[in-house]
């Protein structure tokens, strides 16, 4: 049954409009048999329990429904002003996440080799005890140089306490997160340019241009929401013809690595026909006449930018004098990984553009606003003399101090260029076999460590590396500490738990406290052997009197659990009424009793006249960052020659992203989202697929540098010539990832390990491959 | 009693597949692609890149489309798809014979086969499930980022699905056929 994409009307059968044919093949022949099925709730009520959702950054509000002890549904929770009432399908998939036959279930102990996935089934005694003899060795071996383990963790919950833990507890310096391989370059950029990361206010933008961020089929609260219920004018450039391209009001294809060429344009628009805010740009800006003549000499006219983008030139004047004539216009920074060495400047170009038009700190801007400042539970610091300082921001101009460089690290471990060799990683929720380009790169690296901890929920690849595998129980089965979300209209909101853990499996807490009883001892007397100050205390104080004071305690923040660390934080800073609220319906912020239903169980939250659009804050828009001229580095967004799109006809540039079903890696199991995306499909312009014989579900071999990649085909008119999509996610090597293992392919196998500068972030679209048909 | 409908704001969907991965999780939908009680169609644009006619690009929320002249329940043999009180097509799993006249009755495709209770099954506007508890939404409703449905009681106007009906144009599918869907999609 396979129904061909020239069909015109297909709305009324049970046809997926998706990709067209190709998955519609699958769909046919692909019935899943999975043991687990879907529960019909029943028609009784109950009291359900609200929580937060983990499938994906958002951390969306829901309430759960239990019966007979069994998760049989979730729900959004309509009093989060984040997540506007909705679930998407992924955290309505939750379930499924929950019950996946595959989890990791109890701890384990490698026998194989690394990778092939043997294993023998331990206590958890056992394990922490395999990892104390092994840190004990490392750490002695490397004189108490604590920074020898490396420590990551992808995910946002629990982070900052995962970091006190291997940071400030056991005192490494070399802590990485997702930054590196996301975002870091829009937070800097925003950051160094008008002082602040900011938020973006969508709902309060009557104008908004988005590049290449794919709104609608990579939701994030509440912008997704907010962009389909204002009444702004959407204009969506990508080089692929996405969801968002399709319900933009006006959708400009254009080539990757390009946006830079259009934001450089409507700057020079900008300036030549003195389209920007004066009095904002008085008032706030540095270096303005610098930026200014820069932009005129450089000569970035509208025919230029065509030349770049392959934008009409008529175009980009057109959009230009609308977004600076609009009442409250917002370039939309994204919120995705970094695609090139010029996304510091194309990010920054960005920022410089809504502040040229005065978009800043005000309603529809980039905002500041006021977000709730949870206390900090203190602990006791040791300080590690022999502790030696990070070295992947080495030759990086700014970088994250907290989360680092991905790319840097691992090129400077394999090649053994570090300054001091690091033995141990500890991976938490992080997915490095699969998330960073190279992964026969990240391989070399996990093969060259001593010992490798992983604690997740799923057998992952990186899993499979793992020395000692300790199972996390997931988001439902464990209460968190609460989080403070969002600027504009800020809440608090609480993770409680639904079920109790299911298996052997803990939450980070409870693995961290049994980790940090087991090794606080062992350790500080390794530490007490080298390191000279706490020989003198020691001395001073005698051993107990050291251990206690100094700070060695590495379980110190757990002598309570997570539900009386939260009453004592809660009510001591905001009472026990917010305590009440979180714990009764996982949220709370200043006006929830004027909380009101506007239309069908969408919500007004803050009332506008309450909204932090605009605070008391000085603040200055930076046109020119001497360091980076300083470093070498262009001081204000610049064009280069080697930006352009310029391919020889058989080479093809690769880009990435995601279904809408998908969350990276850590979905590929989901059996519930498996129904929709089986395995990933290649996107390639039908007229280069035309050209080379390639039909729609053929095996297409695809070439870069680094390896090769076999996977199936979708020609569509959707996306660019000579450039090829490659959906994230899928080409999963754990044999133990039983609905994913071995359907599709991974990017990262073939994308090539570039970085950039500026912030050390992997370039996820600088990767040129050539491809044939199987 | 009630004569409950659907008004769908169908230009919000974003085709996130949220509302039936809900509709799966809540009715205990059978698991497998072509298992499904609501899905959406479309068209992708027309056109080669980079000049796509994007006015040719839709999506399109579809479902049972609750008839008042149901083919499926007429074509019938055994009684099995039959109305309730509130005007819900509903299937008698007891009664279903797997006779097929249904789904090839049914102009829009809505049924389908669950392989366990061996029935044609189809929407029930989580008749047996939410509205059974008294609540007054959807799971396809309730869980939809974009609120592209409306739920509610056709015969009470002051509900706001009548209100809808009354203030904004609307369109049925394939209304030549006279089936009377209560499934209206708002333009």
Redesign the interface.
């Known amino acids: 049954m396979c129904y061909n994409?020239h069909m015109?009307?297909?709305?009324?059968?049970?046809?997926?409009?998706?990709q067209?044919s190709v998955s519609l093949c699958?769909?046919?022949t692909?019935?899943?048999s999975?043991p687990?099925?879907?529960?019909?709730?029943?028609?009784?009520?109950t009291t359900d329990t609200p929580y937060l959702c983990n499938m994906c950054r958002n951390k969306c509000a829901g309430y759960a429904r239990v019966e007979n002890g069994l998760i049989?549904?979730?729900?959004?929770n309509h009093n989060f002003p984040k997540s506007?009432n909705?679930?998407?399908?992924k955290?309505?998939?939750g379930?499924q996440a929950i019950y996946d036959e595959d989890r990791l279930k109890y701890p384990l102990i490698r026998i194989g080799n690394r990778g092939d996935g043997q294993y023998k089934r331990a206590t958890w005694d056992e394990a922490y005890e395999y990892i104390k003899e092994k840190l004990v060795k490392i750490i002695d071996e490397q004189k108490d140089n604590r920074s020898t383990i490396a420590y990551c963790n992808g995910e946002g919950f629990n982070k900052d306490e995962y970091i006190k833990f291997f940071g400030s507890k056991l005192g490494s310096a070399n802590f990485l997160d997702e930054g590196s391989i996301c975002l870091n370059t829009k937070l800097g950029a925003t950051q160094l340019t008008i002082g602040d990361v900011g938020e973006m206010d969508v709902a309060g933008s009557d104008y908004m241009i988005i590049s290449g961020a794919n709104r609608?089929?990579s939701?994030i609260?509440p912008d997704?929401?907010d962009m389909?219920?204002s009444k702004q004018k959407l204009v969506v450039l990508d080089p692929r013809?996405t969801?968002t391209?399709?319900?933009?009001d006006e959708?400009l294809?254009?080539y990757p690595g390009t946006d830079l060429a259009f934001c450089l344009s409507m700057m020079y628009i900008a300036f030549k026909e003195e389209l920007y805010d004066k009095k904002y740009v008085n008032e706030q800006f540095d270096d303005f006449e610098k930026l200014k003549a820069h932009i005129l000499s450089q000569k970035y006219t509208p025919e230029w930018a065509e030349s770049k983008t392959?934008i009409p030139s008529q175009k980009i004047e057109k959009i230009t004098r609308e977004f600076f004539a609009a009442s409250n216009p917002l370039y939309y920074l994204g919120r995705r990984s970094v695609w090139s060495q010029n996304d510091f400047q194309l990010r920054r170009a960005m920022v410089l553009i809504n502040a040229l038009a005065g978009s800043v700190n005000r309603k529809g801007g980039i905002i500041f606003g006021q977000p709730i400042k949870l206390n900090d539970e203190e602990i006791n610091e040791p300080l590690y003399n022999n502790a030696e300082g990070r070295f992947d921001l080495d030759g990086i101009v700014y970088g994250s101090q907290k989360g680092g460089s991905w790319l840097n690290f691992r090129e400077k471990v394999v090649s053994k260029t570090a300054p001091y060799p690091v033995k141990a990683m500890f991976i938490r929720k992080h997915n490095l076999m699969q998330n960073m380009p190279n992964i026969a790169k990240t391989k070399k690296m996990l093969e060259m460590m001593d010992l490798v901890v992983v604690l997740d929920t799923m057998p992952s690849d990186t899993a499979m590396m793992a020395d000692v595998i300790l199972p996390e129980c997931t988001y439902l089965e464990r209460e968190d500490m609460v989080v403070s979300f969002n600027r504009l209209e800020p809440s608090l909101a609480l993770r409680n738990q639904v079920i109790e853990s299911l298996y052997e499996s803990r939450s980070m807490q409870d693995i961290l406290k049994g980790l940090g009883k087991k090794l606080s001892v062992p350790l500080f007397h390794v530490s007490a052997k080298y390191d000279e100050d706490l020989q003198d205390s020691i001395k001073e104080d005698g051993l107990h009197k050291a251990f206690v004071e100094g700070g060695y305690d590495m379980a110190e923040l757990y002598g309570y659990n997570t539900t009386q660390r939260n009453k004592r934080l809660i009510t001591k800073q905001f009472g026990k009424e917010v305590y009440n609220s979180l714990k009764e319906k996982g949220v709370w912020y200043p006006y929830m009793d004027e909380q009101k239903e506007l239309?069908?169980?969408?919500y007004e939250y803050y009332p506008p006249e309450k909204r932090f659009y605009t605070i008391d804050k000085k603040y200055r828009v930076n046109a020119y960052l001497k360091k980076l001229e300083k470093a070498g580095f262009d001081a204000m967004p610049t064009w280069h020659k080697y930006y352009d799109f310029n391919l020889h006809e058989d080479e093809f540039r690769v880009i990435t992203g995601r279904y809408?079903?998908t969350t990276q890696s850590a979905t590929a199991n989901n059996?519930?989202?498996k129904?929709?995306e089986?395995e990933n499909y290649l996107w390639i312009?039908?007229?280069n697929a035309k050209r080379l014989g390639i039909k729609t579900g053929d095996s297409v071999v695809v070439m870069s540098s680094v390896s090769s990649i076999v996977i199936k085909a979708n020609p569509?008119?959707?996306?660019?010539?000579n450039v090829l999509w490659i959906p994230h996610g899928f080409g999963i090597d754990s044999q133990e990832m039983t609905n994913a293992y071995a359907k599709g392919a991974s990017d990262n196998m073939i994308i090539e390990d570039k970085f950039e500068k500026i912030y050390g972030c992997a370039t996820m679209h600088e990767t040129n491959v050539t491809l044939r048909k199987l | 009693m009630a004569r409950y409908g659907m008004a769908l704001d169908y230009k919000?969907c974003?085709?996130?597949?949220?509302c039936?991965?809900?509709c799966?999780?809540?009715?205990?939908?059978?698991?497998?692609?072509?298992k499904?009680r609501i899905?959406?169609?479309?068209?992708?644009?027309?056109?080669?890149?980079?000049l796509?006619d994007?006015a040719s690009?839709?999506?399109?929320p579809?479902q049972c489309q609750q008839c008042d002249d149901a083919p499926c329940q007429e074509v019938c043999p055994t009684h099995a798809t039959y109305y309730d009180e509130n005007g819900v097509v509903r299937v008698d799993a007891d009664k279903c014979i797997l006779c097929s006249y249904c789904m090839n009755a049914c102009?829009?495709?809505?049924r389908?086969v669950d392989e366990?209770t061996m029935t044609v099954d189809k929407c029930t506007f989580c008749s047996?499930?939410?509205l059974?508890?008294?609540e007054t939404?959807t799971?396809c409703?309730?869980?939809?980022?974009?609120?592209v449905?409306?739920f509610g009681d056709l015969d009470d106007p002051e509900s706001?699905i009548s209100e809808l009906l009354r203030t904004r144009d609307h369109f049925s599918?394939?209304a030549h056929l006279g089936t009377k869907p209560k499934l209206f999609y708002l333009t």
């Open positions: 994409t015109n009307i297909i709305e009324t059968s049970r046809r997926k409009f998706l067209g699958i769909y046919a692909s019935a899943l999975s687990w099925q879907t529960t019909k709730t029943s028609n009784k009520k049989t549904k979730l729900n959004p506007r909705m679930l998407c399908p955290g309505n998939a379930i609608y089929e939701l609260t997704s929401v389909i219920h013809c969801v391209a399709i319900k933009a959708y294809p254009l392959h239309f069908n169980d969408f809408v079903t059996v519930m989202l129904d929709f089986k312009n039908n007229n569509t008119n959707k996306i660019a010539p | 919000n974003i085709n996130c597949k949220a039936e991965v809900a799966k999780e809540e009715n205990g939908v059978e698991l497998g692609a072509e499904h899905w959406v169609g479309g068209n992708n644009p027309e056109g080669a890149w980079p796509l994007m690009a839709s999506f399109l579809s102009p829009y495709d809505a389908y366990r047996d499930t939410r059974a508890r008294g939404t799971a409703q309730n869980t939809c980022p974009t609120k449905r409306t706001e599918l394939k």
